[in-house]
């Protein structure tokens, strides 16, 4: 690794510095279980590596330690294959249970638009083959269009839905195609877009695409009772020439075959009036259906994966955070948040040691798993168990199997709790549009549990929630009080339909369940009777929140009590290591990246990851020995944000210069190192080679750019700071 | 040029033979279609019989008698010359035709139809033609190879179908539905040329072109020196004509004449175009009968004037509104009735202002804010930049420069009416980072106190913002919210546009709560 690359500038060979650079980041974070011999050189490159497992392991181990952690390697990785497919179904079962509704829509309005088609008339197959139009009564042809709206700027999230869509009209005998915008492109015209619309529809295109050749084959009888569905999943991308030209074209024949759109809109409903002339609009006969927004879709995804425990993975409160942040604020996809997960969820597995022992949650008797799979850990890793963090709080441990499993089970059993709890916190708060991610991110705060512990005196609701929402802002209670002053305004009928809810969330836990139980009885018979006054009453004076029921009072001290006691943050509780991922940093540089700047740090800082013996010396002057690039690129820094060429390379140029010299001392005292190869000083052209040739690699790696060619003198920098 | 005139009267015996024992195989799958076209002509004596066939046929044509009858007159003896009718869109041109067609006498031998639209290229035209003039035998694999590619090709191909239906000396129409298209096309005006030439190119008395065209004949004979054909006009509908069309086929044309009285004439000021009418009626009427329980029913003047009193505030909406796109009703929300209903109409007249204040479709927050800045960099012209990105927010500053000279006031809103007139300026990626970068960093703060209380966000929050700009600019330019240029020939780079109008920008900013009219450049 001490190689000098200017010893040989020109060969290939010697100089890999640059290509491990880039590379080395990409390697880290896409294998989640990399090999040992790819690991171990990660971790001399990574002193401070976050793995505290193959931190720790030495250069020499014995080989029984080696097969073991092999196999438990092995058993991660099983374990990380098991957990994630289980999630993934979950999530797909999610998203498929969201869609299906708006599916359902689609396939009934596209029965309405095709019988009333057929209301008007009903052509004869020679009539349909007919290159003229059919002479009806009907006063304008217009194409059922259905537009729908995905809600979301990024369009990722919708393209499994416009194919599920499409299988799902399928299914139910349209006929089915799919046109993407780059059919619609200026380039290809109409007739690129017709015929990849017949090839979807025909077996067999003929040579010459044009409609009739669409209508003798929906002629034929298999073919043609049932209407043509054409989706368009990506409007806003469209030509809207090409589109208009092909909706003018099949509006002509709209009664004689029955052609539908599907048009997915990203934005709003303006998109098709801007895109498309007023001539091609009057053809449309629209429609508008909607798609569960973005924000609905990831509550309902919070709810299946992270808040229900379906398989045994959470994570922690930071991660959250940091998931939440990168939802909201950069990307906005659903896509992108499931990968994120996928991301933590592989390196917790690749990371955490015991994580395999998540399985025990899939498994039939955990207990049993957990006990087997204790029982037969190394000493070493037994140990660890115990060293864990959140372990060594809890002092009445003794270190044997059955404390590690009864931890893991009581685990299990407050994490249910949690979860029954947030839910029925969720129902409460949905009627005041409460999202379940914001208090899920609150419930999973292990500065909750400190604060809960400080609050147990019977509270006074008042003041306590004025303390909550204001003074406490900064510790993050703001929609947990919301939900608990939106108990206290909700009217009756919802206020029973979510202690109806709640007492399903419940179910597990028996005292609390009898508790909601007392309080819909109570309410059933003091309400009949003064329901309707009542309600009207409270309406009217709400506002000023002293009138609010006794039952909606009895109700949120109920919430109040069950939070205080069960919501407790698995970060709290022993054990949660194995099941919980907490390492944000990690997530964090593997997902947002930041290539550029990692390969400027890199540039910067090639002594720390070389760990040369000339460089080490010299502190930090730049030494002649770097390799051409980072150099460079030391050297840029003294510049502001264009660079002089000529400056530059005189700067180069002394510096390579006042090595060669250095090295010709040297030369005498160490002849071995050179390979016998006593190095000229270099040649004028030679520096300028390689002065060209880092400048282009640094161009090439993004750090610099050419300025206009009025200033041919000059290049741009990209990159700042360190 | 006068000589089709006398195959006449040869033909109508030839007519009733031509179905003669060779051909049938070949014109079988033809043949039925081309009957349907032209139902009545077999069965029908001439004298009485054919004065009612042209009645029935004036009486499907409303408000196109005289027209009809010119096209029954230049029909029907082949004539000499080429034909081309004309009008607006939707004035029945191809319904005329199509109807004249049926009725004229002596039966046509054969008609091929071309519309253009539906053709998407010349090849197509080309191809669609000649099998309508022969055609194919079963097995289509042997002409798919004679589609001619090029024009001269296909002109000899064409003689060569016309000259063998033509020996039997009857007439053969050729018509071309929306000329007008290929205009448009790629080498549309030589295909145009080609096409308008036909009667001289092919030099076949018994072959009769009509064209048909939104577009006015100046349109084309100014340029292809080719004999002028006759002309047809249609004009637009008048108020009476439209009403008669749209009251053909109602179930109770008593209502609907009530309703037509209140509804068409100020749409009529909209549009003339029957289509448009009839689809902006539709729904109209719909709504004009939801207070009726029986639509059967014939309305007296009490019940016309409650209808009136309902349909006034719909048609008000329906005036303004070019393209109106319904939401689908689910089925629990049809089950809402009748309250929901006055609730949705109350929106309907206010939703300009209050429905629209929230953007109805979600994006990143930092999508939005690049959005925003690619906003002020379109509206606000470069050289302002400084000044309203400065250290103190740009309010300062902008109000010094008010209290300016005169003429520099001037000067200054001469420049911006410039602006406005020009549209959205264009600005190189640069700039739009440069803003992007300010306007982040400004609102940094306030983010971090309303949205994160916890401190530990910081850390991916704004800070972070830049790291995927590009990704997000290219999901911009997706949806069109952005348009990117080529390239610029001299500086390299490409520049961008923002296409958004200034309520969508101001609704993104409240979103996220950027004081956006602060940073836009007035008067």
């Given at each position: 690794m001490s190689a000098h690359p200017g010893d040989a500038p020109l060969t290939a060979a010697n100089n890999i510095q640059p290509f491990f650079v880039l590379h080395k980041a990409a390697a880290a974070a896409a294998s989640s279980v990399p090999s040992s011999r790819t690991r171990r050189r990660i971790d001399a490159s990574l002193p401070s590596s976050p793995n505290p497992k193959s931190a720790k392991r030495p250069r020499d181990v014995d080989a029984q330690d080696e097969e073991d952690s092999e196999l438990y390697e092995q058993l991660r990785l099983e374990a990380f294959h098991r957990i994630w497919s289980r999630i993934q179904s979950t999530i797909d079962e999610v998203l498929r249970g969201i869609n299906l509704k708006l599916f359902d829509q689609v396939l009934q309005w596209v029965q309405e638009s095709f019988s009333a088609i057929r209301a008007v008339a009903k052509p004869c197959h020679d009539e349909v083959r007919q290159p003229y139009p059919l002479l009806t009564d009907v006063i304008c042809r217009r194409i059922p269009t259905a537009f729908v709206l995905t809600k979301n700027a990024e369009f990722v999230d919708d393209i499994t839905t416009f194919r599920d869509l499409a299988g799902h009209l399928q299914s139910s005998g349209c006929h089915l195609a799919k046109l993407s915008a780059a059919e619609f492109s200026v380039k290809h015209g109409i007739g690129g877009c017709f015929r990849s619309l017949l090839r979807q529809l025909l077996s067999d295109v003929p040579?010459?695409?044009?409609?009739s050749a669409l209508a003798s084959w929906y002629c034929e009888a298999e073919n043609y009772d049932q209407p043509i569905i054409v989706i368009i999943d990506d409007l806003e991308q469209c030509s809207g020439d090409v589109l208009g030209e092909l909706v003018m074209m099949l509006s002509e024949w709209v009664i004689k075959i029955p052609i539908f759109f599907v048009m997915g809109i990203a934005t709003t409903l303006d998109a098709p009036k801007k895109l498309l002339s007023s001539e091609a609009l009057q053809q449309l006969e629209p429609c508008k259906l909607t798609l569960g927004s973005p924000s609905d879709r990831m509550n309902a995804l919070v709810e299946a994966i992270l808040v229900k425990p379906c398989a045994g993975f959470c994570i922690s409160h930071e991660v959250t955070m940091f998931l939440r942040n990168y939802f909201f604020r950069h990307d906005g996809t659903i896509t992108s948040f499931i990968s994120a997960l996928k991301l933590a969820c592989s390196k917790h597995f690749s990371m955490e040691p015991l994580s395999f022992l998540c399985m025990g949650v899939l498994e039939e008797d955990c207990e049993e798993f957990w006990h087997d799979k204790f029982e037969a850990l190394p000493q070493v890793i037994q140990k660890y168990a115990f060293a864990l963090p959140s372990c060594t709080s809890a002092t009445n441990l003794s270190h044997s199997s059955n404390d590690m499993v009864k931890g893991l089970c009581t685990l299990l059993k407050l994490q249910k709790d949690w979860s029954s709890v947030l839910l029925c916190m969720y129902e409460a708060g949905r009627h005041d549009k409460v999202q379940l991610l914001d208090i899920f991110c609150e419930a999973v705060n292990p500065d909750l549990q400190t604060q809960n512990v400080s609050n147990a005196e019977p509270p006074v609701f008042k003041l306590n929630i004025e303390k909550l929402s204001g003074m406490k802002s900064g510790s993050g209670k703001v929609y947990m009080a919301q939900v608990m002053n939106a108990i206290r305004y909700l009217p009756m009928e919802t206020l029973l339909h979510v202690l109806e809810v709640w007492s399903i969330h419940l179910r597990g836990m028996s005292e609390i369940n009898d508790k909601v139980k007392e309080l819909q009885s109570t309410t059933i018979d003091a309400d009949t009777a003064r329901a309707t006054k009542e309600k009207w009453n409270r309406r009217s004076?709400?506002?000023?929140?002293?009138?609010?029921?006794p039952l909606n009072e009895k109700v949120a001290l109920l919430l109040q009590d069950i939070t205080r006691k069960y919501l407790v943050p698995v970060e709290c509780l022993p054990f949660h290591e194995i099941i919980c991922f907490k390492n944000v940093g990690v997530l964090q540089s593997a997902l947002i990246g930041n290539p550029r700047r990692m390969v400027q740090l890199d540039l910067l800082k090639s002594q720390s990851h070389l760990k040369c013996s000339c460089c080490s010396r010299t502190g930090t002057a730049l030494s002649g020995s770097l390799h051409d690039t980072s150099i460079m690129c030391n050297l840029a820094q003294e510049y502001g944000d264009v660079i002089n060429l000529h400056d530059w390379y005189i700067s180069f140029e002394g510096i390579i210069n006042s090595r060669n010299s250095k090295v010709k001392r040297k030369s005498y005292s160490s002849p071995s190192k050179k390979k016998s190869k006593s190095t000229p000083p270099e040649s004028e052209a030679m520096i300028q080679t390689r002065f060209c040739r880092a400048v282009t690699e640094m161009q090439i790696t993004g750090l610099l750019r050419m300025t206009s060619k009025r200033r041919p003198d000059l290049v741009q920098r990209i990159t700042f700071g360190p | 040029m006068s000589q089709p005139v006398t195959p006449r009267r040869t033909t109508r015996s030839s007519a009733g033979s031509a179905s003669d024992p060779a051909s049938p195989s070949k014109s079988r799958p033809k043949s039925t279609p081309r009957r349907q076209l032209i139902p009545a002509a077999s069965k029908e004596e001439e004298g009485e019989d054919e004065r009612s066939a042209i009645n029935a046929l004036l009486e499907a044509l409303p408000g196109r008698r005289a027209q009809a009858s010119d096209l029954l007159r230049l029909l029907a003896p082949a004539p000499a010359l080429p034909l081309l009718l004309y009008g607006g869109a939707a004035t029945g041109k191809t319904r005329a035709l199509l109807l004249a067609l049926r009725h004229i006498r002596p039966r046509p031998r054969r008609v091929a139809y071309a519309a253009l639209r539906s053709l998407p290229s010349p090849r197509a035209l080309f191809a669609s033609l000649l099998s309508q003039l022969s055609p194919p035998p079963s097995s289509s694999a042997s002409s798919r190879q004679r589609v001619p590619d090029k024009p001269s090709d296909f002109v000899a191909a064409l003689r060569d179908a016309l000259a063998s239906l033509c020996a039997q000396g009857e007439a053969v129409y050729l018509v071309f539905d929306n000329l007008e298209v290929v205009r448009s096309w790629d080498k549309g005006g030589q295909l145009l040329a080609l096409i308008l030439r036909l009667h001289d190119l092919l030099r076949l008395p018994q072959v009769v072109l009509v064209y048909v065209s939104s577009a006015t004949p100046d349109a084309y004979y100014s340029m292809t020196g080719s004999v002028e054909p006759n002309h047809i006009y249609f004009p637009d509908y008048a108020v009476d004509e439209v009403r008669d069309i749209l009251m053909r086929g109602h179930s109770n044309p008593k209502l609907y004449t009530s309703f037509l009285s209140v509804a068409l004439k100020p749409l009529f000021r909209v549009t003339r175009r029957v289509d448009e009418l009839g689809a902006a009626l539709e729904p109209l009427f719909r709504r004009y009968c939801e207070p009726l329980g029986d639509l059967k029913a014939v309305p007296d003047e009490s019940t016309k004037r409650r209808l009136f009193e309902h349909i006034q505030p719909h048609l008000a909406v329906a005036l303004n509104e070019t393209f109106s796109v319904p939401m689908r009703a689910s089925v629990d929300q049809c089950k809402d009735g009748n309250s929901g209903v006055k609730a949705s109409t109350k929106r309907q007249f206010g939703s300009r202002d209050s429905l629209s204040t929230e953007l109805e479709f979600h994006m990143s927050v930092s999508a939005k804010y690049l959005l925003l800045s690619a906003f002020l960099a379109s509206r606000n012209l470069a050289t302002l930049d400084a000044a309203l990105f400065d250290s103190t927010g740009g309010s300062d500053n902008h109000k010094r420069k008010r209290k300016s000279s005169q003429a520099s006031m001037n000067m200054k809103d001469t420049m911006v009416e410039e602006m406005l007139m020009k549209g959205p300026g264009t600005f190189p990626l640069e700039r739009l980072l440069a803003i992007f970068q300010c306007i982040t960093s400004v609102s940094e703060d306030a983010l971090n106190d309303v949205e994160c209380p916890d401190s530990m966000m910081n850390g991916s929050?704004?800070?972070?913002?830049?790291?995927d700009v590009l990704l997000q600019l290219s999901t911009l330019c997706n949806s069109n919210f952005l348009s990117k240029s080529r390239s610029c020939p001299l500086e390299g780079a490409a520049r961008y546009r923002s296409n958004i109008d200034e309520d969508l920008a101001l609704k993104v900013a409240r979103s996220v709560s950027f004081p956006l009219s602060k940073y836009i450049y007035r008067r």
């Open positions: 040579d010459v695409a044009d409609v004076t709400g506002s000023t929140g002293n009138a609010t029921a | 929050g704004m800070t972070g913002l830049m790291s």
